[in-house]
């Protein structure tokens, strides 16, 4: 089935510095979500991304939309406690699908 | 808006025992997801539906079924628990098929 590398799998960073990750696949898709999960909770959306070469903020997340559709990446700036978490890439690839297909998470540490 | 509710949030079952983990959602949604979260894991699909009445198998659908018969409700029955069920999980919801998908809290289920 499809498959979503996203990496990298875990980072630890000092509070206020700027996160960068991504999320690749060997296929196209048509659309990307961004979800982040904390301990004993369900996925929450970030950021959903619908067109080619998309750039689009919430607050302190900046996330794009890959002009070869194959990629997908998440920008968290001056990073504070509270982000810390797993982020999850996910993509709809099209062609009638309505399956989500899930990366396997950036584990995000912050210290203080 | 309650948004996507599940119950029960933990339970314990014995190999072979019977369930069924309820999802609810409020948002008039069509469309409606079941998926399992093993440790360090991305979300594995299970079930999905598109409307009531109608079902379709995802990724890992062996061990488990579904029903839809309101637009509101889609519970998940597991008939013999195996240990391989250990796992947490995730009902969704989404109005397009391929838009944002909201997630309930979660189950945490454990089979000994």
């Known amino acids: 089935g499809q498959q979503l590398n996203q990496s990298p799998q875990s980072m630890f960073i000092q509070e206020g510095e700027d996160v960068s990750m991504n999320c690749t696949s060997s296929s196209i898709f048509n659309t990307w979500l961004w979800y982040k999960q904390e301990p004993g909770e369900g996925p929450v959306l970030l950021i959903a991304l619908y067109k080619a070469g998309e750039l689009t903020s919430n607050g302190r997340l900046t996330a794009q939309f890959g002009i070869t559709r194959k990629d997908s990446f998440l920008n968290i700036s001056a990073s504070i406690p509270s982000d810390v978490g797993i982020y999850f890439c996910a993509g709809y690839s099209g062609a009638g699908s309505y399956q989500l297909t899930f990366g396997k998470g950036t584990k995000l540490s912050v210290i203080p | 808006n309650a948004g996507v509710t599940q119950t029960p949030k933990f339970r314990i079952l014995k190999i072979g025992q019977s369930m069924t983990l309820q999802c609810a959602q409020d948002m008039n949604h069509n469309y409606m997801y079941w998926y399992r979260q093993d440790p360090g894991m991305g979300l594995k699909l299970i079930y999905y539906s598109v409307g009531a009445g109608i079902t379709d198998k995802g990724e890992v659908p062996n061990g488990y079924n579904v029903s839809r018969s309101t637009t509101e409700d889609f519970p998940l029955r597991l008939e013999l628990a195996a240990p391989s069920q250990t796992s947490v999980y995730f009902c969704?919801?989404?109005?397009?098929?391929?838009?944002?998908?909201?997630f309930g809290p979660g189950t945490r289920l454990t089979v000994t």
């Open positions: 969704a919801s989404t109005r397009t098929g391929i838009g944002e998908q909201y």
